[in-house]
Protein backbone atom coordinates (compact mmCIF):
# COMPACT_ATOMS: atom_id res chain seq x y z
CA UNK A 1 0.00 0.00 0.00
CA UNK A 2 1.52 3.23 -1.24
CA UNK A 3 2.27 6.04 1.48
CA UNK A 4 2.41 9.25 -0.16
CA UNK A 5 3.63 12.61 2.56
CA UNK A 6 2.81 15.79 1.15
CA UNK A 7 5.34 18.53 2.90
CA UNK A 8 2.92 21.55 2.50
CA UNK A 9 3.67 25.29 2.24
CA UNK A 10 4.18 25.91 6.12
CA UNK A 11 6.44 23.10 5.94
CA UNK A 12 3.72 20.69 7.93
CA UNK A 13 3.27 17.26 6.98
CA UNK A 14 0.02 15.07 5.61
CA UNK A 15 0.92 11.38 4.74
CA UNK A 16 -1.58 9.39 3.38
CA UNK A 17 -1.61 5.71 2.39
CA UNK A 18 -4.24 4.18 0.05
CA UNK A 19 -4.71 0.91 -1.89
CA UNK A 20 -4.38 0.80 -5.66
CA UNK A 21 -7.54 0.45 -7.28
CA UNK A 22 -9.86 1.75 -4.38
CA UNK A 23 -9.44 5.78 -5.24
CA UNK A 24 -12.70 7.37 -6.67
CA UNK A 25 -11.05 9.35 -9.81
CA UNK A 26 -12.16 12.79 -9.34
CA UNK A 27 -11.73 13.34 -12.70
CA UNK A 28 -8.75 15.96 -12.81
CA UNK A 29 -5.58 14.64 -13.83
CA UNK A 30 -4.61 10.50 -14.40
CA UNK A 31 -5.94 8.30 -12.01
CA UNK A 32 -4.03 7.29 -9.02
CA UNK A 33 -1.91 10.99 -9.42
CA UNK A 34 -0.67 13.41 -7.24
CA UNK A 35 -3.72 15.34 -7.71
CA UNK A 36 -6.01 12.59 -7.79
CA UNK A 37 -5.22 11.12 -4.41
CA UNK A 38 -4.69 15.06 -2.84
CA UNK A 39 -8.65 15.48 -4.49
CA UNK A 40 -9.15 12.60 -2.49
CA UNK A 41 -7.61 13.02 0.82
CA UNK A 42 -8.59 17.05 0.96
CA UNK A 43 -4.81 18.25 0.61
CA UNK A 44 -5.16 21.58 -1.22
CA UNK A 45 -3.20 21.23 -4.61
CA UNK A 46 -3.99 23.50 -7.10
CA UNK A 47 -4.96 22.56 -10.37
CA UNK A 48 -6.15 25.86 -12.74
CA UNK A 49 -6.21 23.66 -15.41
CA UNK A 50 -8.19 20.86 -13.94
CA UNK A 51 -5.48 18.30 -14.62
CA UNK A 52 -4.93 18.93 -18.03
CA UNK A 53 -1.26 18.78 -18.55
CA UNK A 54 -2.01 22.89 -19.84
CA UNK A 55 -0.27 24.70 -16.61
CA UNK A 56 2.18 24.26 -13.35
CA UNK A 57 -0.26 25.01 -10.63
CA UNK A 58 0.04 21.98 -9.45
CA UNK A 59 3.79 21.81 -9.38
CA UNK A 60 5.47 19.08 -6.77
CA UNK A 61 9.20 18.68 -5.54
CA UNK A 62 10.01 15.20 -5.12
CA UNK A 63 12.10 14.70 -2.34
CA UNK A 64 12.30 10.92 -1.97
CA UNK A 65 10.86 8.25 -3.89
CA UNK A 66 10.89 9.43 -7.72
CA UNK A 67 11.05 5.55 -8.18
CA UNK A 68 8.31 4.95 -7.48
CA UNK A 69 6.55 7.27 -9.82
CA UNK A 70 5.24 6.49 -13.66
CA UNK A 71 7.69 7.60 -15.97
CA UNK A 72 7.57 11.49 -17.19
CA UNK A 73 6.12 11.99 -20.32
CA UNK A 74 7.42 14.42 -23.19
CA UNK A 75 4.25 16.75 -22.53
CA UNK A 76 4.76 17.27 -19.06
CA UNK A 77 8.36 17.76 -19.46
CA UNK A 78 7.87 20.74 -21.80
CA UNK A 79 5.15 21.94 -19.50
CA UNK A 80 7.49 21.44 -16.25
CA UNK A 81 9.93 24.15 -17.96
CA UNK A 82 7.43 26.67 -17.69
CA UNK A 83 7.17 26.33 -13.90
CA UNK A 84 8.81 28.79 -11.13
CA UNK A 85 11.61 26.96 -8.83
CA UNK A 86 12.12 24.02 -11.68
CA UNK A 87 14.56 21.28 -10.08
CA UNK A 88 15.54 18.19 -11.42
CA UNK A 89 12.92 16.34 -9.49
CA UNK A 90 10.23 18.54 -10.63
CA UNK A 91 6.74 16.58 -11.35
CA UNK A 92 3.27 17.58 -12.15
CA UNK A 93 0.63 16.60 -9.30
CA UNK A 94 -1.28 16.02 -12.39
CA UNK A 95 0.46 13.41 -14.77
CA UNK A 96 2.51 11.70 -11.67
CA UNK A 97 0.94 7.77 -11.26
CA UNK A 98 2.21 6.71 -7.91
CA UNK A 99 3.28 3.12 -7.49
CA UNK A 100 4.56 3.02 -4.07
CA UNK A 101 6.22 5.19 -1.13
CA UNK A 102 6.85 8.87 -2.27
CA UNK A 103 7.71 12.16 -0.41
CA UNK A 104 6.76 15.57 -1.97
CA UNK A 105 7.22 18.86 -1.37
CA UNK A 106 5.25 22.13 -2.52
CA UNK A 107 6.98 24.82 -3.84
CA UNK A 108 6.65 28.14 -2.23
CA UNK A 109 5.00 29.82 -5.36
CA UNK A 110 3.16 28.69 -8.60
CA UNK A 111 2.85 30.48 -11.79
CA UNK A 112 -1.09 31.53 -11.85
CA UNK A 113 -2.70 34.77 -10.85
CA UNK A 114 -5.54 33.34 -9.11
CA UNK A 115 -5.73 30.05 -6.51
CA UNK A 116 -9.22 28.61 -6.88
CA UNK A 117 -11.18 28.77 -4.04
CA UNK A 118 -10.84 32.82 -4.44
CA UNK A 119 -7.63 35.15 -3.63
CA UNK A 120 -4.05 35.06 -4.50
CA UNK A 121 -1.33 33.26 -2.99
CA UNK A 122 1.75 34.04 -3.26
CA UNK A 123 3.96 32.26 -0.67
CA UNK A 124 2.26 32.46 2.14
CA UNK A 125 -1.78 33.06 2.36
CA UNK A 126 -3.21 35.70 4.19
CA UNK A 127 -6.30 36.42 5.96
CA UNK A 128 -9.00 38.08 4.08
CA UNK A 129 -9.74 41.21 4.78
CA UNK A 130 -12.94 42.00 6.96
CA UNK A 131 -15.68 44.35 4.44
CA UNK A 132 -17.56 46.52 7.03
CA UNK A 133 -21.30 46.37 7.42
CA UNK A 134 -23.46 49.19 5.56
CA UNK A 135 -24.58 51.40 7.86
Not at 14 to 26: A, D, M, S
Not at 30 to 49: I, K, Q, R, T, W
Not at 98 to 123: A, H, S
Request: aromatic share 6%; with cysteine; proline share 6%.
Amino acid sequence: MPKVTFILRDKTQKTIEFEHGTLPYQGHGLPESFLDLAMNAGVALEHACGGSCACTTCHLIVREGGQNLSEMEDNEADRLDTAWDLTVSSRLGCQAVIKGDVVVEFPMYTRNYVQEGGGIQLGQPEPAAKVPEPV
